[in-house]
């Protein structure tokens, strides 16, 4: 089944340690448009709130972490939707992220 994602909602924690999580929720759509369900991702950064790893480029600031994603179905139960090139039944994935921003010159 051919799924699309509508856009999150969700909210981040600082943990007793100085890790940041963020948790969200993104509705799950079929082909023709139809709710089928909802994906919960949770993302947790490898370092304390503020440190930035270094990047090649002195203008972006990346962020490294791990990502956990499950796919439920409307009703909260799990829900397998064929993922990759294979079409591998999975009712999720985990997995490293990197983010980058870009910083903006003002001159």
Request: proline share 5%.
């Amino acid at each position: 089944m051919p799924v699309n994602a509508g856009t999150g909602i969700g909210d981040w924690t600082l943990g007793e340690n100085g890790e940041v999580t963020f948790t969200y929720h993104l509705f799950l759509f079929d082909g023709s448009n139809k709710p089928v369900g909802y994906a919960l991702v949770v993302r947790i950064l490898d370092v304390a709130t503020g440190d930035r790893k270094a990047s090649a480029d002195p203008s972006e600031e990346v962020l490294t972490g791990t990502t956990r994603v499950r796919f439920f179905d409307l009703s909260g139960k799990a829900l397998s939707l064929r993922l990759g090139p294979f079409g591998m039944p999975a009712t999720g994935f985990d997995g490293s992220f990197r983010a980058v921003r870009a910083a903006v010159s003002t001159n």
